[in-house]
């Protein structure tokens, strides 16, 4: 009998034992089950909801609005310029910049607000309940604040602005799809509108968006079927009256529209990461052309090249151009880069150290829209700087009449800057024989405008070489 109760204790305890195991393997196919649900509704770099949690709580937030008669916002983020960070720094420093953004995203919200990463280097985020539009705007002014302060990652100190699409529900959409389009199709209209600000949908910008995607699918064809073409404005000394220099400027030939003039096109293609290849096509073709010249018997000059902030921060920029000097022949004299203020002031050490690099190879360099920028005159002489361009907006209202402005004084002021430094100063924009004898008359050395010559193609360049410019400059 003893035997018996010990087999049916020793039973029971196997019984027990495999419930608890039993009770054990559910609770933890329970918890699988709940992470990957997690995992399925959760962006794994930032741990914000994703898109398929964002439409799901979009459905029914809205489904809530209508049974109420309510509002609700729904805000596009786009990062500006976010992958020239990731060209230029690396995607590890890219995801821990994303990491950092999205949590003075989620902090700068309700908590009953969905922060959402859609993807890449975008946010969208739901506004549940809003009384008007301009809880929405305030809120967009609050993140865009948010995100203006530094992004301290590494030894790194990353500034990034944000372009916010918004639309509210139900004017702009009445189901997710369509509400998240009209914010995202806002946010394209806020990059064009200048980047780092937000605006709200409105039903015209549909056919923006339309007119953006066909350029920049035009774009990303264009470079392979060569119609990017460069047109070239003289550079005119005002002593002697001849030609000596040129500034080369993209123009693009579209096979339907015609020629598209630059900022048509440039900002998109900054956007969608084009403007590096685009780039390094306008230097090759710039240098390629003025060694062209050289080669038909024509004295060597300089051809000038605007250099964006993007290309010249990629981290293969000095390669590009020490490759394409050597491919074309051109001597590094006869190129002069543009670079405006806001590219040299920004991270001043990296910058001069790309300028150094840009200086060792021999190729000069150019301040364009002098004046128009931080103001600041004390990298000029850090900085190994060439050339002065004195933006055309100060030689807009100058006349016989005018010689006493605000503007007349900044352009005197840089002339007589640019001789005290020992730089060249060109005044661009000039369209009148007022503003020619202006300069003339306060020692402006080079100057460009349409008084002198549009921008002509290579071929009518080379006519305007060899005969001269038929302008009196009063020499």
């Not at 003893?2 to 329970?30: R, S």
Request: aromatic share 6%; net charge negative; hydrophobic share 45%.
């Amino acid at each position: 009998l003893d035997d018996h109760m010990l087999q049916l204790q020793d039973a029971n305890n196997h019984l027990v034992t495999a419930t608890l195991a039993a009770h054990t393997l559910a609770d933890e196919i329970e918890q699988a089950r709940a992470q990957m649900a997690y995992l399925a509704q959760h962006d794994a770099l930032t741990d914000l909801p994703n898109r398929i949690l964002l439409n799901d709580r979009l459905a029914q937030a809205m489904a809530l609005a209508h049974r109420h008669g309510k509002q609700l916002a729904v805000m596009f983020l786009d990062l500006d310029r976010f992958k020239h960070i990731n060209d230029s720094l690396g995607h590890a420093v890219g995801d821990q910049l994303l990491q950092s953004v999205a949590k003075r995203l989620t902090a700068g919200v309700r908590s009953s607000d969905t922060v959402c990463r859609q993807g890449g280097d975008e946010f969208v985020i739901l506004l549940a309940d809003v009384e008007h539009a301009e809880d929405a705007a305030l809120s967009a002014q609050k993140i865009l604040a948010a995100l203006t302060a530094p992004h301290r990652i590494d030894q790194l100190e990353l500034h990034v602005t944000v372009s916010i699409g918004i639309s509210i529900y139900p004017n702009d959409g009445q189901d997710v799809d369509t509400l998240i389009k009209s914010a995202d199709t806002a946010m394209y209209h806020a990059k064009e509108s200048g980047r780092n600000n937000f605006q709200f949908f409105e039903p015209n910008m549909n056919a923006l968006a339309v007119e953006r995607h066909a350029i920049e699918s035009g774009l990303r064809r264009a470079l392979e079927r060569q119609e990017f073409v460069l047109y070239y404005q003289p550079k005119i000394d005002l002593h002697s009256g001849m030609i000596v220099g040129v500034e080369a400027l993209i123009r693009w030939q579209h096979p339907q529209r015609g020629l598209i003039l630059p900022e048509q096109f440039v900002w998109i293609a900054e956007d969608c990461g084009l403007i590096i290849p685009i780039g390094i096509w306008v230097l090759g073709e710039a240098c390629r052309q003025a060694q062209s010249w050289q080669d038909a018997g024509l004295p060597p000059m300089a051809v000038a090249v605007n250099i964006s902030a993007i290309q010249f921060r990629h981290r293969d920029f000095l390669q590009h151009l020490t490759r394409i000097l050597k491919d074309t022949g051109l001597a590094p004299h006869c190129l002069e880069l543009e670079l405006t203020e806001s590219v040299l002031m920004h991270d001043a050490s990296t910058t001069l150290a790309v300028l150094n690099g840009i200086k060792a190879l021999g190729v000069r360099l150019a301040i364009d829209d002098f004046g128009t920028g931080y103001s600041s005159l004390s990298y000029l002489k850090h900085f190994q700087i060439d050339t002065l361009k004195i933006d055309q907006s100060f030689m807009r209202d100058i006349t016989h009449a005018s010689a006493d402005t605000a503007d007349a004084a900044i352009i005197t002021a840089v002339v007589s800057m640019g001789k005290s430094l020992n730089q060249r100063v060109i005044a661009e924009g000039v369209e009148t024989r007022e503003q020619l004898a202006f300069l003339q008359a306060h020692g402006c050395g080079e100057a460009q405008g349409y008084f002198f010559s549009r921008p002509v193609t290579a071929e009518a360049l080379l006519t305007l070489l060899r005969t001269g410019i038929e302008s009196d400059i009063g020499c």
